[in-house]
């Protein structure tokens, strides 16, 4: 297994939460006209967009890990059975998963990002049309982030151990055909 420290699975919660944090925040500060929330909302916005470009730098970090993994299974299948036989089915689908968390994450994060800079550039209070298309906005990168941590969910506690699980799977059955091998040859 491509050995490295989870980074991406420690730090991933902290932007999920402070971004959904921060549309609530918002919701309700612009609904109810409470500048204390608008505000609480923005920092919360800006912090987890923050935390949204961290999680995607160490998103790349653990993709190459999951890629190493699939190399070295794939090294292994090709080892104990001669070279016929294929990866699991598994193994292709965990790649197929791991590009669509990436762009939705990337997409996520561009939005809340492109929020983050319309509050900043428009200080005064948004409301009417301007309001509606902010909270319009503010739901569709919500509904990314739900698509991304769940997609990245299925990576880290499905197709992850499966990969782990099918390398030692091959390993432990191989040393015990070398071991069969090696008793049969002592008989002989
Ligand atoms: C806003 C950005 C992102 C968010 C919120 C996010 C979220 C998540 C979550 C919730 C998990 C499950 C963590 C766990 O095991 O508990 C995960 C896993 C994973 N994500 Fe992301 N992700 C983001 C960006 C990316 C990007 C850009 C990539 C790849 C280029 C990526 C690759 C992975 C991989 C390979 C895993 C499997 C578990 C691991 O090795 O850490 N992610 N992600």
Redesign the pocket.
Known sequence: MASSL?I??MI??F??ALLFFSVILDAVGFIRRRSDLQQAGYYSLLAGAIG?LL??VT??V??R??EIDRINLLREVVKSTGGKGVLPEFADLAMRT?EV??VF??Y??GVFLALLLWRGTHREQLRGLSLTAYLAGAVLASLL?VR??FL??Q???D??PKFQNHLEQIQKSSVGMDRGAGVGKTGE
Do not use: N, Q
């Open positions: 989870p991406h699975a991933v919660h932007p999920i949204g999680a995607i998103g790349f653990a993709a890990a999951m791991l968390h990436t994450s990337i996520a994060t982030l991304t941590g990245g969910g990576l880290g506690h197709f992850k």
